[in-house]
């Protein structure tokens, strides 16, 4: 009986940590937004971009630690859920449907990510282009200088180039 208890317990701990897991996937999503807010934004702003994504690894930093516990309370509890299946149909049934919240939600954060990618090499490429024109600006300008400079140099005329 006190094994079972303690089964028991094991298997909540399991359910919480899904549960958590789904949270931090929230944010995660959240953190997403924003990246696509700041890469769409007219002015770039790299700070706030970095913000968010140091936000980000720290999400990803709790989801790691949930998987782990998670597999190690689970690699504990695994034959007496194997076992015992109708003992546990309704705790069984919760972590199932929460296992695919969790994998529409990574689905979700993953399909976001290679937007979040694609807008922000668009948004580098926007400005490699900005920078070549000005560079090409700025050279055809000292070249335009160097050639008005050149048109408006006259030789000393009255000069004796004999010695």
Do not use: C, W
């Not at 296992?99 to 580098?124: G, V, Y």
């Amino acid at each position: 009986m006190q094994n079972r208890k303690t089964e028991h317990s094991y298997i909540e701990i399991l359910l919480q940590s899904l549960e958590k897991k789904s949270l931090v996937l929230d944010k995660i999503m959240e953190a997403n937004d924003e990246h696509a807010a700041i890469a769409a934004a007219k002015d770039f702003d790299p700070e706030a971009f970095d913000v968010v994504f140091d936000k980000k690894d720290e999400l990803i930093k709790e989801l790691e630690q949930l998987d782990k516990g998670f597999s190690t309370v689970y690699t504990r509890v695994k034959e007496e859920l194997i076992g015992n299946k109708e003992a546990y149909k309704e705790e069984i049934a919760k972590m199932q449907a929460l296992i695919t919240e969790i994998t529409d939600k990574s689905m979700n954060i993953q399909a976001t990510e290679k937007r979040n990618k694609d807008a922000l090499m668009s948004r580098m490429d926007m400005v490699k282009r900005e920078i070549h024109q000005a560079k090409n600006t700025k050279k055809i300008a000292a070249n335009y200088y160097k050639s008005m400079n050149a048109l408006n140099y006259v030789e000393p005329q009255f000069m004796d180039k004999k010695k």
